[in-house]
């Protein structure tokens, strides 16, 4: 049909309007071809006559059923009105933010938090597909995110929009969706990590601007890389056009980079003190847009959060202050103050408070920086020239120095950030996610608008053959023939900024000019392209601008520093100085031969559509417009690689109110992101795309009954199609899908209306007839009632009179009397007659009742005794064969145990053999050290005589200093009567023995400060001495006290000496003694060996006598023979021969627990005698070091006793290491005694410990020879002799105090075995008594078993195990048998009630055996499964639910019954009885 039928009365149009864009009209009159006027009604009621042309028609507005739609391309007219109302009512009525056009999400900003994006929300978008539910940010996640893991296919989210429209918050919520639904197992964090790059990327990259509080200035593709398990595994970012001139400049109401008001907030915190900070309002570089806050934001909080992700990323705190450190520096360079000497000449002062704060901070040469900031080096082939700069160059110096370094800085950061979100994993597939720039013109666009929009052009490119290839495919796919679409391409926009002699090499060609400018620039661009490409203009009121025709708009760019910013270059002298800095970060910013950066998608090989021109020339790479062109060729080498998803971000309004929408802003959008483009495509071919089933259910209306009798719903759409639409251009049919022409649907929908209105008149004409004539005829029945009434009246008045009246009453009277006679006779008649059939009837119904009750209970009483007879004869005989059942199975069982217990005490005699030998060659050892004893007796006594000799001596140097301290003596007697009482009660208190000793030491030291005076200059040079040999002490308090703590020191070692030799020669007597014990240990290890081996054979011959005995008397067949077809049966019946089976279980696990505990207990004899004999020998190989040692010492005193000096000044060190040899000596006792208490694994820490203290012992050894080798005084040559003496004494007490600890071990391990033994014995007797029980049963069922041969003979053959071997692809059949298809009446008359509880159980059995946890936990899964659904579809039969109550019941007690551990009620947690009582009712 012609589109201008459409424009008929009623139906609505869109018109132009200045202030909504466009304002929605109704037809007031049919349109003819050739009116110059459309007669419109508007919403306000008034009338307009709209000129019109034939070809220029107004846009007709969609019908109400489309308004509101999900989809903009779901629409049947689209244009430009048409999505701009759908947008309009879903975001400022319905409240939704999120529309689909296409391929592409519309976002609109709602500059309000709403509740869309919890946990909960991702959730529900996980798995599901992308029409199913609401538009969404996470309904694309979830498309890519799940053609990802099905097409293992690269995907990319491109999120663009102008600033303040939402792209970095919408690339956050892709990206901690992705974090969400592909969450790791591992402990990495990874999808924490990634997360935690965006508030660091947002400080150091974000900005508040008129239009948004925080604007991304920059381009960010962050790649998530995904293992093969679909769960993330590390990330990737590249950024692209740093607005590095923020850094440096802010137009009103903007702010820097939010990192250095965060900064400056901090300022006051203790580690920034160093940094030199102040309020952002003092520094030039954060105070030019006028207000440095931000509301509703806490700078000083989100430099906290800053901190922490930087932590999370793993960047150490070092890090993170060198980062400060250099955004420090920034803002002080901002404020170095540069003064102009004259016209040509300015300075810098070098006392310059923030120039000195520069150069620290950096540490550089300030003087270097304040000479370079105001001159410049010019190079020539035969000179070097400084020249001098003005105020402004060195303005522009300093500001060019700044943005070098943040863009470094930025650059490193964004480095270090890839670096911690790296992965050592193999990447199988990724989502890359583009936050970039939208396309932007302002009133002045410069440079950075200029890359702004290249990129977009490029962008716009890839996303039109996209859609265009989507388009294709559809068709294909449907089989519609595929005809070429005019649609927009910018290639010749493109070709005109990067092609060979475009706009980028042009720029590139002058900026390689030493003198070029951007006047000359513009002037190349006015010769090349003015007048020769059309997309190119010079603007007619500017000689400074250029106009590019690009696909959203025009935009006329200032080329006013392009050539500065495309250079983006530093004086060499500033970056030397830089590159010279003793600060390693910023001296690496500086290298000429940088590290190459990490490698970004070195696997990708696919080529873009149309290949890009790439210069060869090495000076052009160093420009930031062909460094931008090659990171945006690698940008679209990536996305044509993988699947794209496009998100376009829209600002609603410039005031940033929620819900406000702006029809122009919005509009001026979506021309510029290419939303409308998208719509154009669509509008060209077949937009509207219906299925068949909702074709046929919306226009069945308009379908005649001759075709709504076909079958085929397919044939019927394509029937009405052709009566409807006459022109078979307008639509085509696919496999699935009618598509039509734009303007089909509406005009179908027109047709649908008009039908339904004509349905509408008729209904109405019929109802409202039919209510007239009810009212009529409604009307005229009361009409004739009211008539009838009247006509009575009349009546009665003419004909009745007085005679009447009375004669009537008469009548009246006479009738009532016979009437009554009559009906009581013919009453009593019937009643009697009643009563007569009444009484036989009950008569015969009583005396049948009673002959009834009386066979009843006659039936009950024979039925009584019947069943008691039947269940106690089945009783019987069940209890019969499950006895029998009971003791075959237990004498088979303990003659397997049998045999495996000889085969083990076999093993364990010859083991002990072994032993024995062993045992014999080790007390060949002790004999031999024993002589070795003797002969270490005998060198102690002459140890002993040259003691007493050199004490003599002593005594007599000692007298003369006697007299000068009685005080002293009375004092040392006490503290040796102190040290007697403390070593008798060393063992039990030797912690309260150390703190009195200290105590007592410092009293000593108090009480000699009396005789300090007399010995002060002795006590110097004994200081001097100390100090030279032992460096670590710094100061000594006084040195008479040191004098006399020595003295005090000598006595109580000389009274510790004869002490300790008193007990060294009674521990030599107690050798022998020891000896003795352990001979007396040996006797009764081979006693107790040889009993333990006499009952293993009294064992083996009883339990060898039983089981012939059951052989001989237990006849199976008999049993079998004597036990009927019925009583088999009855074993069936209510699951006694299961009960019977789990008594049977029951006992073999008692036997196998017994044989077990034996085991066990003959594992734990070895253990132990041969943890006895390792024992032994090592404390053997020690007793023999010991020996060795003491040797040892002995030459070494006799050796060293020429050449000792007086040890004065050396005795407290020496006490110290007494009181350390003594808290050894304890915590070796107090190891020893717990490793005789665990007596397994210990013995290894002992012997290391000894080793370890005679170590330790070696080394004071040897610094006292040091020490003594500087003395040579003879009066220290007695104390040298006396401490050697004492350590000997020392070790030779230890060591016996260890022997008499082996000793008591030994004892406490005999006692041991003994209690073992006992503990043997009792078992066997209790094992007779049991044996006797078994032999006492076995007689009294002797008679019983004779009939059961036949049951014998088949039970040997075959071995029953209680399970049932299934697969796992059987799992679903029996569930269907088991569960579903299974009746509980047949089950309880034919077979057990409790039997799918048992096979289900005996599966569980089996998968257990096999050891497969999936394979269990599958077939759980499907057997709830099962259950529950039964019970959902018989909740109603009370029979089903009692059935599968019961077996569920049944079922948990198996489980419980055959695990045996506590951990099953762990894991029947999740089928309590509670739960299943719960879901059955």
Not at 208 to 220: L, V
Not at 579 to 589: E, I
Request: aromatic share 8%.
């Amino acid at each position: 049909m012609a589109v201008a039928e459409l424009y008929t009365q009623y139906n609505r149009v869109w018109i132009p309007d200045a202030d909504e864009v466009w304002k929605s009209a109704e037809i007031a009159k049919d349109y003819k071809v050739g009116d110059k006027v459309l007669h419109l009604l508007l919403e306000d009621g008034s009338e307009q006559d709209y000129s019109v042309d034939p070809e220029t028609l107004p846009p007709l507005r969609n019908p109400d059923i489309l308004v509101g739609e999900n989809d903009l391309t779901a629409l049947s007219y689209l244009h430009e009105p048409a999505v701009l109302h759908n947008l309009k009512i879903r975001f400022a009525e319905s409240k939704l933010i999120y529309t689909y056009s296409g391929i592409i999400l519309v976002a609109m900003n709602p500059y309000k938090e709403l509740p869309i994006y919890g946990n909960a929300i991702i959730h529900a978008y996980s798995g599901q597909n992308m029409g199913d539910m609401d538009p969404h940010i996470f309904a694309v996640a979830e498309e890519a995110y799940k053609q990802m893991a099905r097409n293992n296919k690269n995907q990319s989210i491109i999120v663009s929009g102008e600033s303040g429209a939402g792209k970095t918050v919408s690339a956050r919520y892709a990206m901690r969706y992705f974090a969400t639904v592909s969450k790791s197992s591992s402990n990495a964090h990874v999808e924490d990590k990634v997360l935690a790059s965006n508030p660091i990327t947002e400080a150091v990259g974000n900005a508040k601007t008129t239009r948004n509080d925080n604007s991304s200035r920059f381009g960010k593709y962050t790649e998530i890389s995904f293992d093969k398990r679909n769960q993330i595994i590390g990330a990737n970012m590249r950024t692209y056009l740093l607005e590095k001139s923020r850094v440096v400049f802010q137009s009103e109401n903007e702010r820097n980079y939010h990192i250095f008001y965060q900064l400056c907030a901090s300022a006051l915190q203790p580690e920034f003190k160093h940094l030199k900070l102040v309020s952002a309002e003092e520094f030039n570089y954060t105070k030019m847009g006028g207000n440095t806050i931000i509301e509703g934001v806490n700078d000083r909080a989100d430099m906290i959060e800053t901190q922490k992700t930087f932590t999370l990323l793993g960047l150490k705190e070092d890090f993170q202050m060198d980062v400060f450190r250099i955004l420090a520096a920034i803002l002080h360079l901002g404020n170095v103050q540069i003064t102009a000497m004259s016209n040509e000449r300015s300075s810098v002062s070098e006392d310059d408070r923030h120039l000195n704060i520069f150069c620290e901070l950096l540490n550089v040469d300030s003087s270097r920086v304040a000479q370079w900031l105001c001159n410049r080096k010019i190079i020539t082939t035969s000179e070097t020239v400084i020249k001098p700069m003005t105020r402004l160059q060195s303005l522009n110096a300093r500001d060019a120095l700044a943005k070098k370094i943040y863009s470094h800085l930025f650059d490193f950061i964004v480095e270090r950030i890839n670096r911690a979100l790296q992965f050592s994993g193999k990447k199988h597939t990724f989502i890359g996610v583009l936050d970039i720039y939208g396309f932007e013109t302002f009133e002045v666009n410069s440079f950075e608008q200029f890359c702004i929009n290249y990129a977009n052009e490029k962008l716009q490119q890839q996303f039109n053959l996209h859609v265009f290839k989507l388009e294709q495919e559809e068709y294909m796919k449907e089989g519609i023939p595929w005809t070429l679409i005019d649609f927009y391409d910018n290639q010749p926009v493109i070709d005109l900024i990067e092609a060979k002699m475009g706009i980028l090499e042009l720029l590139d060609e002058e900026c390689l000019l030493p003198h070029g400018t951007d006047e000359n620039l513009l002037q190349k661009l006015y010769n090349n392209f003015v007048n020769k490409n059309v997309l190119f203009e010079k603007p007619r009121m500017s000689n400074t601008s250029f106009i590019i025709q690009h696909f959203a708009d025009k935009v006329e760019y200032k080329c006013e520093g392009f050539l500065e910013k495309n250079r983006d270059t530093v004086y060499e002298v500033l970056v030397e100085i830089l590159r010279t800095s003793k600060f390693p970060l910023c001296a690496s910013f500086f290298q000429e031969n940088p590290g190459p950066p990490p490698p970004f998608n070195s696997s990708i090989t696919v080529k873009s559509a149309k290949q890009v021109v790439k210069p060869n020339n090495k000076n052009f790479r160093t420009t930031v417009g062909n460094k931008f062109r090659s990171s945006l060729y690698l940008l679209m080498e990536t996305l044509n690689a993988t699947t794209p998803h496009y998100v376009r971000c829209i600002k609603p309004n410039d005031e940033k109110l929620p819900f406000e929408f702006d029809s122009k802003r919005i509009v001026q959008q979506l021309r510029a992101c290419g939303v409308l483009e998208t719509i154009r495509i669509s509008a060209q071919s077949y937009p509207s795309r219906w299925t068949y089933i909702e074709f046929y259910s919306r226009y069945g209306v308009l379908m005649t009954q001759q075709e709504l009798a076909f079958s085929d719903k397919k044939e019927v759409c394509k029937v009405v199609l052709h009566r409807l639409i006459q022109d078979s251009n307008q639509y085509q049919f696919g496999k699935t899908k009618i598509f039509f022409r734009a303007g089909q649907v509406a005009y179908l929908e027109k047709l649908r209306l008009d039908k339904l209105r004509q349905g509408c008149i008729i209904i109405q004409k019929h109802i409202r007839g039919w209510l007239q004539r009810k009212k009529f005829l409604r009307q005229r029945k009361a009409a004739v009632t009211i008539q009838q009434y009247f006509r009575g009246q009349q009546t009665v008045r003419k004909a009745i009179s007085a005679t009447a009246l009375k004669e009537a009453w008469a009548a009246i009277i006479l009738q009532k009397h016979c009437r009554g006679y009559l009906v009581r006779n013919l009453y009593q008649l019937i009643r009697v007659a009643t009563i007569t059939i009444q009484a036989y009837t009950r008569g015969f119904l009583a005396r049948k009742k009673y002959q009834k009750m009386l066979k009843e209970h006659k039936a009950i009483i024979l039925q009584k005794y019947a069943r008691a007879w039947l269940a106690r004869r089945r009783f019987q005989n069940i209890r019969r064969f499950v006895l029998n059942i009971q003791l075959s199975y237990r004498v088979q069982r303990l003659q397997k145990k049998l045999e495996d217990q000889n085969k083990e005490n076999h093993g364990l005699v010859e083991k002990l053999t072994s032993l024995a030998t062993t045992h014999a060659s080790d007390m060949e050892k002790i004999q031999k050290l024993e002589s070795e004893l003797e002969k270490l007796a005998f060198q102690k006594r002459t140890c002993e005589e040259k003691g007493k000799k050199h004490k003599e001596v002593m005594e007599e140097k000692l007298a003369n200093l006697q007299t000068y301290n009685k005080e002293l003596e009375m004092q040392k007697e006490k503290i040796e009567k102190k040290l007697q009482e403390k070593t008798e009660e060393m063992k039990d208190k030797m912690e309260d023995l150390t703190k009195q000793l200290f105590d007592d030491v410092q009293k000593e030291e108090r009480q000699r400060i009396l005789l300090e005076k007399s010995f002060e200059l002795k006590e110097q040079d004994y200081d001097k001495q100390i100090h030279s040999l032992k460096g670590e002490i710094k100061t000594l308090k006084e040195e008479k006290l040191q004098l006399q703590h020595q003295m005090e020191e000598e006595q109580i070692i000389s009274n510790g000496l004869k002490g300790e030799v008193a007990q060294l020669t009674k521990q030599t007597k107690m050798i022998s003694e020891f000896q003795k014990e352990i001979e007396l240990l040996q006797t009764q290890k081979i006693d107790a060996e040889k009993h333990v081996q006499s009952q293993k054979r009294e064992m083996r011959e009883k339990m060898s006598e039983i089981t012939k005995q059951l052989l001989e008397s237990y006849d199976i067949e008999d049993v079998r023979s004597r036990l009927s077809v019925e009583d088999l049966e009855h074993l069936n019946e209510d699951g006694e021969l299961w009960f019977a089976y789990e008594g049977l279980k029951k006992a073999t696990r008692v036997l196998e627990s017994h044989f077990q505990s034996q085991k066990e207990n003959y594992e734990k004899e070895i253990e132990a005698l041969n943890f006895k004999v390792e024992h032994l020998s090592q404390e053997i190989n020690h007793l023999q070091k010991l020996f060795r040692e003491e040797n040892d010492i002995n030459d070494s005193i006799r050796h060293e006793v020429t050449r000792l000096t007086s040890e004065n000044m050396m005795i407290p060190d020496f006490k110290q290491q007494i009181s350390e040899l003594e808290k050894q000596k304890q915590d070796l006792e107090i190891r020893l005694t717990e490793q005789t208490e665990k007596m397994k694994g210990k013995i290894e820490e002992l012997s290391s410990q000894l080793h370890r203290n005679m170590e330790e012992e070696g080394i004071q050894r040897r610094t006292m020879e040091v020490q003594n080798e500087i003395h040579i005084k003879e009066k220290e040559k007695l104390i040298g002799t006396i401490r050697e003496v004492q350590d000997a004494n020392d070790h030779l007490k230890k060591k016996f105090e260890t022997e008499s600890e082996v000793k008591s071990s030994f004892k406490q391990e005999a006692s041991r075995l003994n209690m073992e033994n006992r503990d043997l014995e009792e078992e066997l007797d209790m094992k007779d008594r049991m044996i006797k029980k078994l032999q006492d049963q076995i007689k009294t069922l002797t008679k019983t078993i004779e009939k059961a041969n036949e049951v014998h003979s088949s039970l040997e053959t075959k071995e029953y195990v209680g399970m049932v071997e299934y697969k796992k692809e059987d799992e679903a059949k029996l569930v269907q048998n088991l569960i579903l298809d299974l009746k509980p009446r047949g089950v309880v008359v034919n077979m057990i009630p409790g039997l799918p509880a048992h096979i289900l159980f005996m599966c569980v059995r089996y998968a257990d055996s096999l050891n497969d946890a999936s394979m269990l936990k599958s077939f759980m899964n499907i057997t709830i499964n099962g259950i529950k659904q039964v019970i959902k579809e018989h909740y109603e039969d009370f029979e089903m639910l009692s059935f599968w109550l019961s077996n569920t019941c049944h079922f948990l007690n198996c489980l419980k019954q055959y695990s045996g551990e506590e951990s099953i009620d762990r894991f029947l947690v999740m089928w309590p009885y509670g739960y299943i009582i719960n879901l059955f009712l």
